[in-house]
């Protein structure tokens, strides 16, 4: 029982960060109809930022603010030089840019920070905390209690607020959305700052666990692709339980059956999903009207 407990706060901690990701995709996808495969990036860029400003002598709680403005103006530049002029092009055009972007901030982190790994100290300490015989570490309830409070936040926002009405709106119909007024191309720019942030709070939670560098963001993006097909391209919802799903099954792959295949089990999830339920757990099919 001991074991299951500890695979389970392991599955759930990392799960809770591709959720996050996954929510970023979901956002931009729902306002823009854009995959950003450059969502894995901002969670670097939240990391990576915090460690460097913090060396500068920063306390921890102003570098990490700092980090997510960095993070936000990234993704404000990104939808304005690269996303905003292809406005119109076909998916897979779109897809290409999003992941030439990955590449160039991949590659001006590398330049910018360098390419060691590098940590945050814990928020709260490293004394685990034994529940049922396991073992959890205080951080990874700093991840979970974060990711809580920013799905919380978001939606209060998407529903209680002006903007993300309009975010909603966009969302549901980009041409009746200009037509009643609503600046469409500023909203979809929000929809990238809003997931930037997400994504660097992301990165801040989880590197004093998991540790950080330049290039994990490639492999995030692919895991947050994941949560998001798998939970249902667009489903907010579908994102969370997509995301938790495989990091739990992460989590119990690695345990029971061997580390080795760890990374590859997102993508056997994917090609399960799209065999047999291309739609995702909580997707909806389209219909297109002629």
């Known amino acids: 029982m001991a074991e299951f407990l500890q695979f389970a706060f392991s599955g759930l901690t990392v799960g809770a960060v591709y959720a996050l990701v996954a929510i970023g995709f979901t956002l931009i996808y729902n306002a823009s109809d854009v995959v950003n495969f450059a969502q894995g990036e901002f969670v670097m860029i939240g990391g990576m930022a915090t460690v460097f400003i913090m060396a500068a002598g920063v306390p921890m709680p102003l570098a990490a603010g700092g980090a997510i403005v960095i993070a936000v103006a990234v993704g404000l530049l990104l939808h304005r030089l690269a996303i905003e002029p292809a406005r119109g092009a076909d998916a897979v055009t779109l897809i290409i840019i999003t992941i030439g972007a990955s590449i160039f901030l991949r590659s001006a982190a590398s330049i910018v920070f360098d390419k060691q790994f590098h940590t945050l100290p814990p928020f709260t300490g490293e004394t685990p905390i034994v529940i049922g015989g396991a073992a959890i570490l205080p951080q990874s309830l700093w991840v979970l209690g974060g990711g809580v409070v920013i799905v919380t936040i978001l939606w209060a926002f998407l529903t209680h607020t002006i903007l993300g009405k309009a975010i909603l709106a966009t969302a549901a119909n980009r041409l009746a959305a200009k037509l009643v007024g609503i600046n469409t191309s500023y909203v979809v720019g929000l929809s990238f700052a809003v997931s930037a942030a997400i994504g660097a709070i992301a990165g801040i939670l989880v590197s004093p666990v ?62 399960a999903v799209l065999f047999f339920m291309p739609t995702g757990l909580f997707g909806r099919a389209s219909v297109e009207r002629v």
């Open 210 to 271: 998991t540790l950080t560098r330049y290039d994990v963001g490639t492999l995030l993006a692919l895991k947050g692709f994941a949560a998001a097909m798998v939970g249902g391209m667009g489903s907010p919802i579908g994102a969370i339980v997509g995301g938790l799903l495989i990091g739990l099954l992460e989590a119990f792959g690695a345990g029971y059956i061997s580390s080795d295949y760890k990374d590859a089990i997102a993508f056997l999830v994917i090609l």
